[in-house]
């Protein structure tokens, strides 16, 4: 009994078998890639609409816009007008909270970067007792959700006189950014080889002088990272800002929340604030934007 041997096929392959290469499959590929360049930037636009329709908005004087949608100013580019900015900077109750919501978020930003930096860099490479137990601890005030503070906090601050001001604004936003940014830190920097930092040590450099001139470079991109997220929370924050915040001198969120309760149509007022607000976290973000890429990329990598 003799076995057969099928010869050779030499019939090209088809289908999943042809190759990439060849002009069909290169056609498909830029085929391919065109819908979902094209996909992608659809997404794009329907997600700024709002965006644009808030910014349109604030160039329409309120009498344009009662006749009709924001849309409308595409078919009469001449009804755009900066008048609603004037009225906006001569707003006293606006352009005071915007400067308060500075006041606010840059101290709330930098202490929890300051105070995250060292103490990430503790739980990392300091050796004390309990520093595992207490960095549990950090790990589980992550879980801690604002409103559960807010009535305790306020009687504490109303005890030594707090309640209402900037410095106790700053005070909870950083109290509650902590956790986050302990945390954070401290598995960015547990990544940092040990052979650098013993061979820093080696050079004789102290805790102090490592931290600054070894740690904290190569922790740039996830501070800067950490610091775009804090500025964000607390900048769009209205809880908080609400409860603890001076009401003679709120921040913008809270601001453009009692323009909406007194007046309740005064869009030359409303729009243009909600954009100026709007544009503050995205100029931060844009001006970051490189170290924020890079931190989150270091992150998924290790």
């Not at 800067?224 to 001076?246: C, K, R, Y």
Request: overall charge neutral.
């Amino acid at each position: 009994m003799t076995r057969t041997e099928a010869a050779p096929s030499t019939r090209p392959a088809t289908g999943a078998g042809r190759s990439a290469g060849s002009p069909a499959g290169r056609a498909a590929g830029r085929l391919a890639g065109g819908a979902v360049r094209v996909f992608l930037v659809l997404a794009a636009l329907f997600w700024l609409l709002p965006t644009l329709g808030l910014l349109v908005s604030s160039l329409v004087s309120p009498t344009h816009l009662n006749d009709g949608g924001w849309w409308q100013v595409f078919g009469a580019p001449s009804r755009l007008t900066a008048d609603n900015y004037e009225r906006l900077l001569a707003n006293d109750t606006i352009t005071g909270s915007l400067l308060n919501t500075f006041a606010i978020a840059v101290p709330a930003t930098l202490l929890v970067l300051t105070l995250g930096a060292f103490a990430g860099y503790a739980f990392a490479w300091l050796e004390f007792p309990g520093r595992d137990w207490l960095f549990l601890v950090v790990v589980g005030l992550l879980v801690v959700p604002v409103q559960v503070a807010l009535i305790p906090v306020s009687e504490l601050f109303g005890t030594i006189g707090l309640f209402e001001t900037t410095a106790g604004v700053v005070l909870f936003h950083t109290a509650f950014g902590l956790p986050f940014a302990v945390f954070l830190l401290r598995n960015f920097f547990a990544e940092i080889p040990r052979e650098l930092l013993e061979a820093a040590r080696l050079d004789g450099a102290g805790e102090l002088r490592l931290f600054t001139r070894v740690v904290l470079p190569l922790g740039g991109p996830a501070i800067a990272s950490l610091g775009i997220f804090q500025f964000l929370w607390v900048w769009n924050d209205m809880l908080v800002a609400l409860v603890f915040a001076d009401s003679a001198n709120p921040p913008i969120t809270v601001a453009l929340q009692q323009q909406v309760r007194q007046f309740g149509n005064n869009i030359d007022v409303l729009a243009p604030g909600a954009f100026l607000s709007m544009v503050v976290p995205l100029v931060v973000f844009f001006a970051f934007q490189r170290q924020f890429v890079t931190g989150v990329m270091a992150g998924a990598v290790k």
